[in-house]
């Protein structure tokens, strides 16, 4: 399956509906605001387990980078532009993860510890029937967001599985081939 179409039967599957996405877009001058705060609160969180510690810090000036491609990534889930850029994005995303040895039991609670961060922000922003439709909007997105992570590994993983049979090494080396191709 091709991205975008990928990512229209997520929006489907979810219920992503056309008054979600205003939702999403109404609190984009919120959460904008609000990235690079999350960004620290976020590699803060992933650097007090040692593994991940290690992913991280093994490089130079990493996780510098990191705070500002996590910014950015942040600010699009508020974007309402979720196309056939967006799809693609997200699939390379997944792809330059899996190529470094993240694995999805790292990268799932990650993406819970965004959302708890994110819906601590809204609590103090939003009132009453705003705050439902804003965790209702946020978590379709979300939900999107994994899918579409779950299916590079997938992706990558078939991949790899043509280059060697090791299970760590055709994740990475499967991503890698499909980095290359894109
Ligand atoms: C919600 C979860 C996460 C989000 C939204 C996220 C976001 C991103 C983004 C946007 C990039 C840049 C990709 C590119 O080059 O195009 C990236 C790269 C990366 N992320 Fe994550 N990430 C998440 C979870 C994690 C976790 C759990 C780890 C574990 C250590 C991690 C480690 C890395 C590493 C090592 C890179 C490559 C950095 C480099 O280019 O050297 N990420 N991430």
């Known amino acids: 399956m091709n991205p975008e179409e990928l990512l229209r039967t997520l929006i489907r599957r979810t219920g992503l509906k056309p008054e979600h996405i205003k939702a999403l877009r109404s609190l984009e001058p919120i ?15 992933l650097g007090r387990d040692p593994e991940m510690h290690k992913i991280l810090w093994s490089v130079p000036g990493r996780v510098e980078r990191l705070y500002q491609s996590f910014a950015v990534w942040y600010r699009e889930l508020f974007s309402g ?6 799809a693609q994005g997200r699939i390379r995303i997944g792809l330059v993860h899996a190529r470094v040895g993240v694995r999805p039991s790292h990268f799932i609670p990650a993406v819970g510890i965004v959302q708890e961060l994110t819906l601590e922000h809204f609590r103090n922003a939003l009132r009453g029937a705003e705050m439902l439709a804003a965790i209702s909007a946020f978590e379709k997105v979300m939900a999107v967001e994994i899918a579409l992570m779950q299916e590079s590994y997938f992706n990558a993983l078939w991949e790899g599985l043509k280059l060697t049979q090791n299970e760590q090494e055709a994740l990475k080396e499967g991503a890698r081939a499909l980095l290359e191709q894109a």
């Open 31 to 45: 959460a904008a605001p609000m990235a690079p705060e999350i960004a620290l609160a976020f590699y803060d969180y």
């Open 81 to 86: 532009q979720y196309d056939a850029q967006y």
